[in-house]
């Protein structure tokens, strides 16, 4: 028996799981770190990566193992209420948790002899353990002519819009304009359960994103960002 061994961790804005766009490429300024780990934190091991434009990360969905996996799912892009094969799916419970990603490698940074791979369109929780990185080889791993069955449309989005309170403390914040990018793509998705996305409910959510909880409703066809405030 091989026992994998965890490469790096992944430290991302997302501190939970609610709110992570369901795919990567879904907030592509959302920018993201990989922090190689062990006998792989090694400056050899990453030699020539930054030839490449983008990767493959596979990683586990280690908050989800204990919770195990069933035959069948019901994926969030059928509305929640049909199922589907796992193995036709992407969902984050099945046999041994593995998930892949293709991200944008943004640079490879030597931090106090320590490797630093910065990255974008990721969608995993801050702490995901990292098992393997790929380059990704566009004449092989894209396949223009693919079928895509229930997922052949990108997910459709929804305008955010900030009340008073959330865009001041935005506008205060360090990197303000980065990170008021990064909360309308990953709050345009409409992260609140499927089958809720084609209606209001006059009820707040709230999501931790960076060292925030940010609460938002969901308001006919937008998403209004209600309050920002420091993780409680
Ligand atoms: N692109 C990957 C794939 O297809 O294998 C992941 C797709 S999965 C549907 C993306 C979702 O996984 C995110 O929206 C988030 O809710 C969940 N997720 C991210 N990191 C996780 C982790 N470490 N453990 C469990 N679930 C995670």
New binding site residues.
């Given amino acids: 028996m091989h026992t994998i061994e965890p490469i790096g961790t992944i430290h991302t804005p997302?501190k939970e799981?609610?709110a992570?766009?369901?795919?990567?490429n879904l907030a592509p300024d959302v920018i993201t770190e990989l922090h190689l780990i062990g006998e792989a934190n090694n400056e050899a091991s990453v030699r020539e990566l930054e030839q490449f434009s983008h990767l493959w990360l596979l990683?586990?969905?280690?908050?989800?193992i204990e919770a195990g996996w069933k035959p069948t799912v019901r994926p969030p892009r059928l509305g929640g209420n049909k199922r589907v094969g796992v193995f036709a799916s992407?969902?984050?419970f099945r046999p041994n948790a593995i998930?892949?990603?293709a991200v944008e490698l943004k640079s490879v940074e030597i931090k106090g002899g320590n490797v630093v791979v910065k990255l974008g369109n990721v969608?995993?929780?801050h702490?995901?353990p990292i098992i393997d990185i790929k380059p990704y080889i566009p004449y092989s791993d894209a396949i223009a002519d693919a079928r895509a069955g229930y997922a052949e449309q990108s997910p459709q989005t929804k305008p955010v819009v900030f009340r008073p309170q959330a865009l001041d403390v935005l506008q205060k914040s360090p990197d303000s304009e980065y990170r008021q990018l990064a909360l309308q793509q990953i709050l345009s998705q409409d992260p609140r359960p499927a089958y809720k996305q084609k209606q209001s409910d006059n009820k707040s959510y709230t999501v931790q994103l960076f060292d925030w909880d940010v609460s938002f409703e969901a308001i006919e066809e937008r998403i209004e960002v209600t309050t920002i405030k420091p993780l409680a």
């Fill in positions: 997302y799981k609610f992570i766009p369901r795919q990567p990683f586990l969905f280690d908050q989800n992407r969902s984050t998930g892949m990603s969608d995993l929780v702490g995901t």
